[in-house]
């Protein structure tokens, strides 16, 4: 199992107003699974994720990734953790404008420690499966939000996680090219990446095989599905 959340909740204290986001959430999501998390905007998504992400604790509860009980690690091996299990793909790229795009894809093998040959090699070569390798030294700014969103997943892919993590990828992208990298992560899926996404579109969410949905902090639904499938893929975009 990839990821075991058991009765997790999640409380914001903002001043002397406290919110429950998450109020005693479950889930377990296998090895080579593709999970759609689904719901209303507010209900609670985002911050499942970022649990899932190790980019946040649950308040109570417990969470095993990889079978490892992470919520008593410390801060510095949760980053590690972080490092070398979940790549993650953000609705807004969070692409660095200065760096170009091999570099962009290089920054987390820097901060796992991968020396800089190496770092190039497998950078260019994970580009090169989205398509861009000879775009490779283009900046961001230069290249548009379909292939800024193809090479945030390379970046996501470039340490070879067990877990690869999206909210919203497809956010800021028009419908032709929202196909286009929902092809690209079932593809990822057929070779074997656990995939779990965050989506509010029913079209997304109907690439994968399972959809998880969230109302007001809790989990309304978990349904398997037979997922749509993804024209063939293109390099254009
Ligand atoms: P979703 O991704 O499904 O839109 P979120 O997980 O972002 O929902 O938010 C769930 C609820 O938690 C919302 O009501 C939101 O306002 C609240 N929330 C999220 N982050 C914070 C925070 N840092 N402080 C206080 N409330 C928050
Ligand atoms: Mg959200």
Redesign the pocket.
Known sequence: MVVDIRDVRRI?E?GDIV?E?LRGVSVQIMRGEMVALM?P????????MQIIGLLDRPSHGTYALGGRDVTTLTENERAEARNTDIGFVFQAFHLLPRLSLVENVEVPLTYAGVPPRERRERALHVLARVGLDSKARNLPSQISGGQKQRVAIARALAGSPRLLLADEPTGNLDTRTSEEVMAFFSELHREGTTVVL?THEQDIGAYAERVVR?RDGVIESDTRQTPRVAAPLGVTG
Not at 41 to 48: E, V
């Open positions: 914001y903002t919110f986001a719901g905007s507010g209900s609670g998504k985002t911050t499942l965050v969230v």
